[in-house]
């Protein structure tokens, strides 16, 4: 790969640091998106040179996946056995968030591919279609970290008249790694933890989470 990215260096009259900045930037965030503060570049540099970028991450075990129109760019693994376990309350609020991604768009409610909504909803949601307690305070905030970190939300300020109540922005990163099946999951799930074979249908599609049960 050295000797590749020495030819698209030379191609390109960049650095070779730009290249080895955006693909450390991807391994460790999965996603890019030019819409998103800070990884503008990122996505650009992916966009402009995909034939290095898909060959580099091939060798690594994961596919290149660009959606120009959305403008966003991200890696997913190859193998099944690279996808990683989510806890069942990350993988449920996954779940209702492609949900609320789905009928945002049904109704037109998006903008480059986000869309909005706020953290009372996401709560009011999860507990009527999941039929649970909301996770304490701690705990709901290092869920939305840990999506945030992977580009699945963009979380922004919270609201003058509520300081607890967040604006969320919800990306098309969702639909990549909540599939339709998750969906019907979600709504069959009646609040009872799901037994092993469950969990293994709700494993979902990110690479680099480190977050196994």
């Given at each position: 790969m050295?000797r ?42 992916i ?42 309350d ?24 986000f ?17 649970r307690?909301?996770p ?6 290092d ?36 599939t ?8 069959s ?25």
């Amino acid at each position: 790969m050295l000797r590749e990215l020495k030819k698209v260096v030379e191609e390109s009259g960049k650095d070779a640091q730009e290249f080895q900045q955006t693909a450390n930037f991807i391994l460790a965030n999965q996603f890019a998106s030019a819409y998103k503060h800070g990884q503008r570049k990122h996505y650009l540099l992916i966009e402009s040179y995909q034939e290095y970028f898909e060959r580099l991450f091939d060798a690594l075990g994961m596919t290149l996946y660009i959606n120009e129109n959305e403008r966003l760019a991200g890696v997913l693994p190859i193998q099944k056995e690279a996808f990683v376990r989510l806890k069942t309350d990350e993988t449920l609020f996954l779940l209702v968030l492609r949900q609320i991604y789905e009928e945002k768009i049904e109704n037109f409610e998006v903008d480059n591919g986000f869309v909005a909504t706020n953290t009372h909803t996401i709560l009011d949601r999860f507990v009527q279609l999941v039929k649970r307690e909301i996770p304490n305070e701690t705990r709901f905030k290092d869920i939305l970290a840990l999506f945030s970190r992977h580009g699945i939300i963009i979380r922004g300020k919270s609201y003058e008249e509520d300081s607890k109540n967040l604006m969320i922005n919800i990306t098309p990163v969702v639909r990549l790694i909540v599939t339709e099946a998750y969906l019907r999951q979600l709504e069959s799930f009646n609040g009872a933890d799901p037994d092993e074979d469950d969990m293994a249908e709700l494993t979902t599609e990110t690479e680099n989470t480190g977050t196994q049960e």
